[in-house]
């Protein structure tokens, strides 16, 4: 499956963006999709993840209320909702989908077949 991300941009802390992955094809029953975020100099980072039967979502604790991540299965598309904007939220987003995982590896990037090319998004203070 290919992802494709989009919705990156600058915005002001306190601030909304809302970010988009289109996948190429229809996500089959056991897809996953997830976000994960890469700040300058840090390693990568669980952000949402919804299973894409049943929209079960998941989300790292930093979030705490935040962020909401949603699917439109006509759409194929994913989105994560970002709301009250910190300066540290600043990174390149990228989605993910994997097939089959178990709720033990939905964090992990490792476990992760398909991404997106990464769309940055930035907050000021």
């Known amino acids: 499956v290919q992802l494709q991300a989009s919705g990156g941009g600058l915005v002001q802390a306190g601030g909304s963006l809302r970010l988009s992955c289109a996948a190429s094809?229809?996500?089959?029953?056991?897809?996953?999709m997830g976000w994960f975020r890469q700040a300058p100099g840090k390693e990568r980072e669980f952000v949402a993840a919804?299973?894409?039967?049943?929209?079960?979502?998941h989300y790292a604790d930093f979030v705490e209320g935040r962020f909401t991540v949603s699917k439109d299965n006509a759409k194929k598309t994913v989105y994560l909702q970002m709301s009250s904007l910190k300066p540290e939220d600043t990174a390149v987003y990228y989605c993910?989908?994997?097939?089959?995982?178990?709720?033990?590896?939905?964090?992990?990037?490792?476990?992760?077949?398909?991404w997106g090319q990464g769309t940055l998004v930035t907050v000021s203070s």
């Open positions: 993910a989908g994997a097939s089959g995982l178990i709720l033990s590896s939905i964090r992990e990037s490792r476990h992760y077949n398909d």
């Open positions: 094809r229809a996500a089959f029953v056991g897809y996953t």
């Open positions: 919804i299973r894409w039967s049943g929209g079960t979502t």
